[in-house]
């Protein structure tokens, strides 16, 4: 018989669009579960803010999330899982009902070890997941004869959900940011933001076809489907799972520019107050 829970939606977040290029592998690798995913637009972008804020961000939509009924909770935003891995794990701890929890970071951290031939390994990111040395340390955990070289690029995420087309100035922009990676001869480069598989044809053409791109998107996606089934939470039905969208900004703005990343339909968007919710729900 399959576990009551296993019909509980799984909830994805992130700063902004740049996640659902997560949800979209979470979609094609398990179509019979049902997603929520929630995109905090209205205080995007989170590479500038401060470790404080971004954990105190990630802690607001994480209790929303769960006070929702999700089972799982998959933080696709490197700079929030940076700031608040620690604390979400304590906060699902608590939970009155079982809930996991998955996170970027660590699963292409390994897949880029694992990859690399030559052991130096690049990384592009925003500010705020570079000075976190949370790549850093999960690297050197994982293998300490790696050689790291992080970049953090201020520009890219804001650059790409701004929806306007690709012109010369993101590539001279791109350029400019792997220069560091070439100058160091990596094999392999993790992109250390939701929002960087949308240029991935420019990053894989500066960086050279035999330099690996590393993506959270399908590694976390295998993650989730394996702890599913070490818990018994797989749905195991045979008709396709729903999804459904929630943004803190325009849900306009978010359904025009979510469609590119999800590359599918997004059908309604609803919007909501993080700080208005989490307020009611402490009462």
Do not use: W
Not at 79 to 107: C, F, H, I, K
Not at 132 to 144: E, F, H, I, K, P
Not at 209 to 221: C, E, T, Y
Not at 252 to 270: C, H, I, S
């Amino acid at each position: 018989m399959a576990h009551p829970d296993a019909q509980r939606p799984i909830a994805v977040f992130d700063s902004g669009v740049g996640g659902l290029t997560v949800l979209h592998e979470l979609l094609v690798q398990l179509p019979h579960e049902d997603f929520v995913y929630l995109g905090d637009t209205a205080r995007f972008p989170y590479g500038d803010k401060s470790a404080e804020d971004l954990q105190r961000f990630a802690l607001q939509i994480a209790e929303r999330q769960i006070t929702a009924g999700a089972k799982m909770l998959v933080v696709a935003c490197n700079a929030a899982t940076s700031a608040a891995l620690p604390a979400l794990r304590a906060l699902v701890a608590r939970a009155a009902r079982g809930v996991d929890l998955v996170a970027v970071v660590e699963p292409e951290s390994r897949l880029a070890v694992e990859a690399s031939l030559t052991g130096h390994v690049g990384l592009l990111a925003t500010p705020a997941t570079v000075s976190s040395g949370a790549y850093a340390n999960a690297v050197a955990r994982l293998d300490s004869e790696i050689e790291l070289t992080s970049v953090p690029c201020p520009d890219l995420a804001p650059i790409i959900q701004g929806g306007s087309p690709f012109d010369e100035a993101l590539v001279d922009a791109v350029r400019s940011y792997c220069d560091p990676l070439r100058d160091a001869r990596v094999d392999t480069v993790i992109l250390g933001c939701t929002h960087y598989p949308l240029i991935r044809p420019i990053l894989q053409r500066t960086l050279g076809r035999g330099v690996r791109l590393v993506f959270s998107g399908d590694v976390l996606a295998a993650e989730v489907e394996r702890r599913l089934a070490v818990h018994g939470l797989l749905n195991g039905g045979s008709v396709e799972g729903r999804y459904r969208f929630e943004c803190t900004g325009d849900p306009d703005a978010f359904r025009a520019l979510g469609t590119r990343f999800l590359q599918m339909p997004l059908g309604e968007v609803v919007h909501v107050e993080l700080d208005a919710a989490l307020a009611a729900s402490t009462r």
